[in-house]
């Protein structure tokens, strides 16, 4: 728990809970999510692991490299056919990849028409006749075993302290452990990395709980877009906090709370409590789009 920034004048404290913390390669909401599933995946004699994610997912990386720890095979289907056409030049270009293949797991590169069928029984039924029998963990790993594992982020101490709970969201899994384990007293700002208010409903299947508010991305042009008024709050922050934020899903958590700070959202003497969600292995390829770009880069690669 750390300190992230405070306003004296209204009395507001907003504290980074640094889930990212948690282990060097299965990091943040992901180590969450994967632990009741591959314990699931163990406790039935399963030996191999079978996940979705596009190029740069978080939950790709930690669900190769956790598999990796515990001894068990894994693959990934990933989003893009033309990623495999040269798969070398793909990993020497894409760090995530890189990563994932070398914990081991076999990456399976599939068109964009083929992947919107993942969750099909279809799909699984092929994969299985081409695999073996696997154990499937959707994309984003958000199932009833995601959210069982993401309602322990909050101690007893925090549920008690803190009348806002704010947490980034591209599934809503990890949202919705949270406001299952709210107490009454306490609200949970959700702020999507998608556009749109399509995601509440995607929480609502996890959850009977009303205490939260979902705030789609509308600020930065959708799901991992950002801006140099984004990018240089993230370096500011840094040399301030020395806390490295991702710019896809936390770091643009933050850049808002305080905008509404700033606006009144918020009453005086409120204490917020912000979930770090990791996603930080992301930064070394997101850097090298915004260069391809001559765009301004987040100055804390090295950092990571």
Same mark, same amino acid.
């Given at each position: 728990m750390q300190l992230f920034a405070s306003f004296p004048e209204q009395q507001i404290t907003i504290d980074l809970k640094r889930e990212d913390l948690l282990h060097p390669t299965v990091s943040g909401n992901k180590?969450?999510?994967?632990?009741?599933n591959l314990q699931d995946a163990i406790n039935h004699g399963f030996d191999q692991i079978i996940t979705y994610g596009g190029a740069y997912s978080n939950h790709i990386a930690a669900t190769a490299a956790a598999c990796h720890i515990l001894g068990i095979k894994s693959i990934g289907v990933i989003r893009g056919e033309e990623l495999g056409v040269d798969l070398e030049k793909t990993l020497a270009q894409n760090e995530t990849l890189r990563t994932a293949?070398?914990?081991?797991?076999?990456?399976?590169f599939v068109t964009r028409e083929?992947?919107?069928?993942k969750d099909s029984a279809l799909f699984e039924e092929q994969m299985k006749a081409r695999y073996g029998t696997s154990y499937f963990i959707p994309e984003g790993?958000?199932?009833? #075993?995601? &959210?069982?594992?993401?309602?322990?982020?909050?101690t007893s101490r925090e549920k008690?302290?803190?009348?806002?709970i704010c947490v980034a969201a591209g599934t809503g899994g990890s949202a919705a452990g949270i406001i299952n384990s709210t107490t009454d007293h306490q609200h949970v700002l959700v702020f999507s990395a998608l556009q749109g208010d399509f995601l509440k409903k995607e929480i609502e299947k996890y959850t009977d709980n009303k205490n939260f508010t979902l705030f789609p991305e509308d600020a930065f042009g959708g799901y991992a877009k950002s801006t140099d008024s984004l990018i240089d709050? #993230?370096? &500011?922050?840094?040399?301030?906090s020395e806390i490295p934020l991702d710019p896809i899903y936390t770091g643009k958590m933050m850049y808002r709370i305080e905008q509404m700070v700033a606006s009144g959202f918020f009453s005086d003497k409120t204490r917020i409590l912000a979930i770090h969600t990791g996603g930080l292995q992301g930064i070394?390829?997101?850097n090298r789009r915004l260069r391809k770009k001559a765009r301004l880069q987040l100055q804390y690669e090295d950092y990571i």
């Amino acid at each position: 728990m750390q300190l992230f920034a405070s306003f004296p004048e209204q009395q507001i404290t907003i504290d980074l809970k640094r889930e990212d913390l948690l282990h060097p390669t299965v990091s943040g909401n992901k180590l969450r999510k994967l632990k009741y599933n591959l314990q699931d995946a163990i406790n039935h004699g399963f030996d191999q692991i079978i996940t979705y994610g596009g190029a740069y997912s978080n939950h790709i990386a930690a669900t190769a490299a956790a598999c990796h720890i515990l001894g068990i095979k894994s693959i990934g289907v990933i989003r893009g056919e033309e990623l495999g056409v040269d798969l070398e030049k793909t990993l020497a270009q894409n760090e995530t990849l890189r990563t994932a293949a070398s914990n081991g797991m076999t990456l399976v590169f599939v068109t964009r028409e083929e992947y919107k069928q993942k969750d099909s029984a279809l799909f699984e039924e092929q994969m299985k006749a081409r695999y073996g029998t696997s154990y499937f963990i959707p994309e984003g790993g958000t199932n009833d #075993l995601a &959210v069982k594992g993401t309602a322990e982020i909050l101690t007893s101490r925090e549920k008690q302290h803190y009348q806002y709970i704010c947490v980034a969201a591209g599934t809503g899994g990890s949202a919705a452990g949270i406001i299952n384990s709210t107490t009454d007293h306490q609200h949970v700002l959700v702020f999507s990395a998608l556009q749109g208010d399509f995601l509440k409903k995607e929480i609502e299947k996890y959850t009977d709980n009303k205490n939260f508010t979902l705030f789609p991305e509308d600020a930065f042009g959708g799901y991992a877009k950002s801006t140099d008024s984004l990018i240089d709050y #993230l370096n &500011v922050r840094f040399r301030e906090s020395e806390i490295p934020l991702d710019p896809i899903y936390t770091g643009k958590m933050m850049y808002r709370i305080e905008q509404m700070v700033a606006s009144g959202f918020f009453s005086d003497k409120t204490r917020i409590l912000a979930i770090h969600t990791g996603g930080l292995q992301g930064i070394p390829g997101f850097n090298r789009r915004l260069r391809k770009k001559a765009r301004l880069q987040l100055q804390y690669e090295d950092y990571i």
